[in-house]
């Protein structure tokens, strides 16, 4: 699904906007695309069913909405801002790219919008590709629907936390960001480790000896207590975790 297409005359433009049956194309494959709206799911454009574009992937209405809102709080923070950048060398499509003004220079950030489980390699494949592409770091958002355990969980409660976003919580060291697109609002799940105590059990062998074993303690790896803090959708900058001079995170 797309958002955004491109007219003949190269000019691009919105679903969302008051658009005729004209042609359209991908921005990333130059395909001939098709204007669609529906009353549950958001104006879009799509490609044809056998279409192998990086741009054909489904994608849902949350995360649909959820790019519409970071373009518009982006914008409204007075960053110049696109959704669906197109890099066809790279065969990649940022959900949203934005510059934000830095004293040592413009940053330029790649955004990503997850509402489905995605493997921790692709994820890493996709941050190196933005580095190659020129992106000074990559922010990746969950959405409330995705992080649901984290998003409502009690203070109390014990959450089994899925791999990519223990990866971003261990990468980048800042929580892991959740945006609730309906209610147009950023979260910060931070993660609190859980131990378990060790164990010694003792019994008697068929022979009379005293026998038994010893459970040593752990630390939980991927089962934490989550704390949510409501933050912003301006970005601030921190100390790199692993050597980086410096990350990306959400303010908060």
């Not at 359209?24 to 104006?43: E, H, N, T």
């Not at 914008?75 to 499509?93: S, Y």
Request: net charge neutral; with cysteine; aromatic share 8%.
């Amino acid at each position: 699904m797309l958002l955004i297409a491109e007219q003949s005359d190269g000019s691009r433009v919105e679903a969302s906007r008051d658009l005729g049956q004209d042609t359209y194309l991908c921005p990333m494959c130059r395909s001939s695309v098709i204007l669609k709206r529906g009353r549950k799911v958001a104006a879009h454009f799509a490609h044809a069913p056998d279409s192998n574009c990086p741009g054909a992937e489904s994608e849902s209405w949350r995360h649909l909405l959820a790019k519409r809102v970071l373009m518009d709080e982006f914008t409204a923070l007075g960053w110049a801002a696109r959704m669906e950048v197109p890099h066809q060398a790279a065969g990649r499509r940022v959900d949203v790219g934005v510059k934000v003004p830095h004293p040592r220079g413009t940053c330029y950030i790649a955004v990503e919008v997850q509402d489905s489980a995605i493997q921790v390699d692709t994820m890493k494949a996709r941050v190196e590709a933005d580095r190659r592409i020129g992106y000074h770091a990559t922010v990746w958002l969950f959405t409330s629907h995705r992080a649901a355990a984290l998003m409502y969980a009690e203070p109390d409660h014990e959450v089994r936390v899925p791999d990519e976003m223990l990866w971003v919580a261990n990468r980048y060291g800042q929580g892991i960001p959740i945006i609730d697109p309906e209610e147009r609002a950023v979260w910060v799940a931070s993660l609190g480790s859980i131990h378990r105590d060790g164990e010694s059990h003792e019994w008697y062998a068929e022979g009379g000896e005293l026998t038994g074993v010893d459970y040593p303690g752990r630390t939980l790896r991927k089962t934490k207590s989550i704390v949510r803090t409501l933050g912003g959708f301006d970005f601030r900058l921190v100390a790199g975790k692993f050597g980086d001079s410096w990350a990306v995170s959400f303010a908060c």
